[in-house]
Structures are given as structure tokens and as C-alpha cells.
């Protein structure tokens, strides 16, 4: 997963997608942010285990006028998310096993009637998946997902990892 800050000019996205497909890069995921302050933020997931390619492609992005910086997202040193809507129908009287599957993930019904509902999640890609295969007992009508949202985790020198043991006012 790489994350570009672009300056915010007409065709600068376009000439990112074109050094991707130059190099035979397979995209999976390209999400383009609106612009703030002058710049875009690109955060794009391809297709490799490479690790020579990838570095290559690093720098071919570094050479571009249009990029201001590329940072490399790793699993271990990022936050990773998925969004998803799924409407799925089901026979009437029904409503509660969805709801209960919808609970059991921590996602939550934004639209419902007697045969048809729209479930919404927004958690841990695997977990996004998850949802959806134990939807697949009930017939999947639309799927729509998100793009994976990715942000590095800071740690500061000294500062060790956040205890999720402790709870609020110990």
C-alpha cells in the first residue's frame, strides 16, 4: 500500500495512474482524496510481492513533478479499514437473524423493511469480508465497498503501544 501526496493540478492523478500502468502495475485499490491545501492524497494498493519492484516503482514515483511524497503503508505500522454497504433480502419474518449477524460484526442496519435491509460496516478488511460471507445464507442484492482507508500509526520514541487492558477512570 503506497500513499502519494500529488499537487492538486489538473491531469496529476492521471499522470500517477499512467506510471502505474507503464510499469504493468496491477492496481487493486486507487482512492483519490479532494484536495487540501494545495495537494491530494492518493493512496493506492497494488499487486506484488516484489519487493525489488516495488522499491522501483517508489522511486519512479519520487521522480514525478506531480509528487510531493510516497510513504510505504506496512500491516504492522498502519491502521487499516474497510466501509461496506450490503443490501441482501430474505423470507419474510427473518429480520432477526440478519440483525443478529449484523450485531455479531459491530455493524449496523441503516435501512430495513419486511424482506430487505441494508447492513453497514465499517471495520478491519478481514473482518468486512467476514460479514459478508455469513450474509451469504440470504441473497446478496449489491455490495458496495469502500476503498481500504490507511493511515500510519505514530509511535513516539519511548511511548510504547496504547494498553487496551485498562478502561476509562482507573
Known sequence: MLQLDVVAVPL??????????HRQFEVLT??????????????VEVDT?????LQQLVKFLNRSTDVVKVVRLSDDKSHNRRGAFVTVTFPEGRLAEVVAIARAYSAEIVEADRTRCTVFAAAEPARVDALVTALSGFTIREIVMAAPLRISRPLRKGYAAVDRTRTWGQ
Open 49 to 53: 510481492a516484489d519487493e525489488i519492484k
Open 12 to 21: 496529476a492523478v492521471a499522470r500517477v495512474a499512467s506510471i502505474l500502468a
Open 30 to 43: 486507487m482512492d483519490v482524496a479532494a484536495p487540501v491545501d494545495g495537494l491530494r492524497r492518493i493512496t
